[in-house]
């Protein structure tokens, strides 16, 4: 039996969990891949979003360049007293410009500053001041500054920003080359505060396109200035960021609301996988069942193959004596009175034998159906237990048992089916004599316990394992391991022993010790049914 549920257990897992765990391990690789997509998709929306914002600051700055040409071009046609007025009114328009100045080439001694008076205070500190800053940020750039006018030959007008580079000082020069009306070309700078460029232009911009969806950032951590479209100055928690094309010290960041990428990716990678797990446990946990019911069906066809087996010899070991003895006292045979009375007894014995075998299978079919009734009457338990060790004594003692019957005179009378409850003390004693071997001693005791009045049947034979004392009282049921194994018996005793009693409303109790033998508690309860 244990190879074929092996084999059934070996198949089911070939067919069943095999191609589960195939299909698990396959997912799970799916899913990664598909996170890391999912992870990528996001990134990348992310990124479209900052070119976005990045594309629009430039392209502030580059209409603001653009109206600069033309306004450098429409001052130099004006009187020179006008051009402060002029420059003012255009610096209005823009008020995150804070200064414009003209040069005509790196080194140039000659800077024009709009806006600034330069008859009247050429000679000024704040001249002096500026003409030096504003050539010392050009020579530093120097490269730059030729690639711009390499990109200027090409027709294409680039801006460029160059950072101050002076300690304590925030600002760019947004750098770009003008062609002039007389076909020469001039370096022109605006000077540009990009913590006030945020707050005026971008600021606005960045509102309108998180919508409540993401927090968009500026930053510069140099600097520790943070400013976000949800204007919470907790939030300051990027997931992906880039360098501001206009002012590269300052970032540009966003992030999901409520949730990070790497939260959303995980949410749901930890759903898939649960959903995966799930289904899984559930195809476990059905093979598991089919295998479970195959076993017990695997194991019921044994047991019931087992019963016919042993009941075939039960019945065929009287039959074979019976017809044996019948047949040499039929054949006269035997001349001797006294051996015939013998063999008269034999047979007497082993019609009883056998009439008790069909009796208890026509109980047990009783049982089956629902049809067996029980007559219960007011009795002493003592009497019943006295009834069946004097029809057992003489026959136990023949085969060298000590057998002896100790009663608590104090029971009262109790409501039982006698004929039933005697049934179950002999299978019980049946039960002792099979699996007693080498301390032959049966012993039945009556007593009282709590509210029930009991008769135990306690032998010095072989002790039931504690993992089967549950299931002895299973119909069919044999130990499948040990001594109690070689033991013949139908598997009905034990089980037809329980009926009886829960017909009582009683309890049975077992104890099996190793080396002390096994005691069955037959508990009936002393209140009238």
Not at 87 to 109: C, E, H, L, M
Request: charged share 25%.
């Amino acid at each position: 039996m244990n190879k074929t549920v092996k084999k059934i257990a070996f198949i089911l897992i070939i067919l069943i969990l095999l191609p589960a765990a195939f299909l698990t391990i396959n997912e799970m690789i799916s899913l990664n891949q598909n996170e890391e997509v999912i992870g990528k998709i996001y990134s990348n929306q992310l990124d479209a979003i900052l070119f976005s914002v990045n594309q629009y600051s430039e392209d502030v700055v580059s209409s603001w360049a653009s109206k600069l040409d033309m306004f450098i071009d429409k001052v130099q046609n004006i009187e020179e007293k006008k051009i402060p007025s002029a420059v003012d009114s255009f610096r209005n328009q823009f008020p995150s410009v804070y200064n414009i100045f003209i040069a005509d080439s790196v080194g140039d001694k000659h800077i024009e500053l709009l806006g600034f008076d330069k008859n009247k205070n050429r000679n000024s500190t704040f001249q002096i001041k500026m003409d030096s800053l504003i050539n010392y940020v050009l020579s530093e750039n120097k490269v730059q500054v030729e690639k711009l006018f390499l990109y200027s030959q090409s027709g294409y007008r680039k801006l460029e920003p160059v950072k101050l580079g002076i300690p304590k000082q925030r600002g760019y020069f947004l750098l770009f080359i003008k062609k002039t009306n007389f076909g020469t070309k001039q370096i022109v700078g605006m000077f540009i505060e990009p913590q006030e460029f945020t707050y005026r232009i971008l600021s606005p911009k960045i509102q309108e396109i998180a919508q409540g969806e993401f927090v968009i950032s500026v930053f510069n951590n140099d600097e520790k200035f943070h400013l976000n479209s949800a204007k919470d100055p907790d939030l300051q928690k990027v997931q992906q960021s880039k360098a501001l094309w206009i002012f590269p010290d300052y970032q540009i960041g966003i992030s999901l609301v409520g949730q990070t990428i790497e939260d959303l990716v995980q949410q749901r990678a930890l759903t898939n996988i649960l959903l995966i797990s799930l289904l899984t446990v559930v195809l476990i946990l059905g093979v598991w069942i089919v295998y479970r019911n195959i076993k017990k069906e695997v194991e019921l066809a044994q047991i019931k193959s087992d019963f016919v087996s042993n009941v075939s010899h039960e019945l065929r070991t009287p039959l074979s004596l019976i017809s044996m003895f019948s047949e040499t006292l039929e054949m006269d045979r035997v001349k001797s009175d006294e051996k015939k009375k013998e063999y008269y007894s034999i047979i007497s014995q082993e019609a009883n034998r056998l009439s008790k075998i069909v009796n208890s299978i026509l109980n047990f079919s009783k049982m089956e159906a629902g049809k067996r009734q029980f007559n219960f009457v007011d009795s002493y338990l003592n009497d019943v237990a006295e009834n069946v060790y004097r029809s057992y004594k003489f026959h136990l003692e023949q085969k060298g048992f000590s057998f002896n019957i100790i009663k608590d005179e104090s029971i009262p009378i109790i409501k039982i089916d006698e004929e039933a409850v005697s049934e179950s003390i002999v299978n019980l004693v049946d039960n002792a004599v099979k699996y007693s071997n080498e301390k032959k001693e049966i012993t039945i005791r009556t007593g009282m316990e709590s509210n029930f009045a009991f008769v135990e049947v306690e032998d010095k034979g072989i002790c039931i394992p504690e993992k089967d004392q549950k299931k002895v009282f299973e119909k069919f049921f044999r130990v499948s391991s040990g001594d109690v194994h070689n033991v013949k018996g139908s598997g009905l005793g034990l089980s037809i022993v329980k009926h009886i009693v829960d017909a009582h409303k009683g309890k049975i109790e077992l104890y099996s010790e190793v080396g002390k033998g096994s005691k069955f508690r037959l508990l009936f309860p002393l209140s009238k049914m």
